[in-house]
């Protein structure tokens, strides 16, 4: 009896630690985490949650953007996003083409939403207004 319950509780550990190691291999926070490590693109969003600030790794910066909900024609939608760098140092070498994909990317799962760049990137994006 021993023996069989010893059995069980194995195979009972088994599929838990089966079960912890998909989860890990899954976490879109940690997909985020090795990007940014390796200097890719990933956008992680919870776009359900109008709280959760979103993230993106791009060409080895970090960006993070804070969703404000408004109203629209028919309906309430984000309609303002406000996007920063978390270094400043990481923006060497990125260009305002790069900040258009970003954009891009954005408004692709935010159509309705008028992003906001902070300093320093919109000082650079104001000079495409002019």
């Known amino acids: 009896m021993a023996l069989l319950l010893?059995?069980?509780?194995?195979?009972i550990l088994?599929?838990?630690i089966f079960y912890k190691g998909v989860r890990f291999l899954t976490d879109?926070?940690?997909k985020l985490d090795e990007a940014y490590e390796k200097g890719?693109?990933?956008?992680?969003?919870?776009?359900?949650?109008v709280r959760k600030n979103f993230f993106i790794s791009y060409k080895g910066a970090l960006f993070e953007g804070e969703?404000?909900?408004g109203t629209t024609e028919d309906a309430f939608e984000v309609v303002s996003i406000f996007v920063w760098v978390h270094?400043?140092?990481k923006l060497q070498g990125l260009t305002k083409d790069d900040f258009y994909f970003l954009e891009k990317e954005i408004l692709m799962s935010y159509p309705k939403a008028k992003i906001?760049?902070?300093?320093?990137?919109e000082q650079l994006m104001k000079?495409?207004?002019v």
């Open 6 to 11: 010893f059995r069980l509780l194995i195979i």
């Open 127 to 129: 000079d495409q207004n």
């Open 116 to 121: 906001n760049w902070k300093n320093p990137i």
């Open 14 to 16: 088994i599929i838990y």
């Open 87 to 89: 270094d400043v140092t």
């Open 40 to 49: 890719q693109y990933y956008f992680y969003d919870d776009v359900k949650n």
């Open 67 to 69: 969703k404000y909900l």
């Open 28 to 30: 879109p926070k940690r």
